[in-house]
């Protein structure tokens, strides 16, 4: 098994290829059938479209999943979807961590971006 991972380590480091280490994630992030590609890429970040759904709402431990999606749908009464709000919301703030790998891909998936996160903010306006 050895001689497997160096032969590995070989070609990963022969082509230039990163190992990642087994506690970074890699997140697949949609840019909106492409629309955000470009900005994304040229300008460096990634970015959800909820502004009205504070870090704070998503973070607080001392409400239930089923109070924020309620607090979300307050928020936005149009979507029929709060579960997948709170769903995303919850990965941004909670579970992507700093040097995770992030990839976003262009209309229909022709090129794909790899990036590294760094730090999450939030940006209202």
Not at 115 to 122: P, Q, S
Request: proline fraction near 3%; aromatic fraction near 12%.
């Amino acid at each position: 098994m050895d001689e497997k991972r160096d032969i590995m380590r070989l070609f990963a480091d022969e082509f230039k290829i990163p190992i990642i280490n087994k506690d970074t994630s890699v997140w697949f992030f949609r840019t909106q059938s492409g629309k955000y590609y470009i900005d994304f890429y040229l300008n460096n970040y990634i970015a959800l479209g909820w502004d009205l759904v504070s870090k704070n709402l998503i973070s607080d431990t001392s409400r239930t999943e089923k109070d924020k999606k309620r607090a979300i749908s307050d928020l936005y009464p149009n979507e029929r979807r709060p579960g997948l709000i709170w769903g995303q919301m919850d990965t941004f703030f909670n579970k992507m961590q700093v040097e995770d790998f992030v990839i976003i891909p262009t209309h229909g998936g022709r090129k794909i971006a790899i990036g590294l996160l760094g730090d999450i903010t939030l940006k209202v306006g």
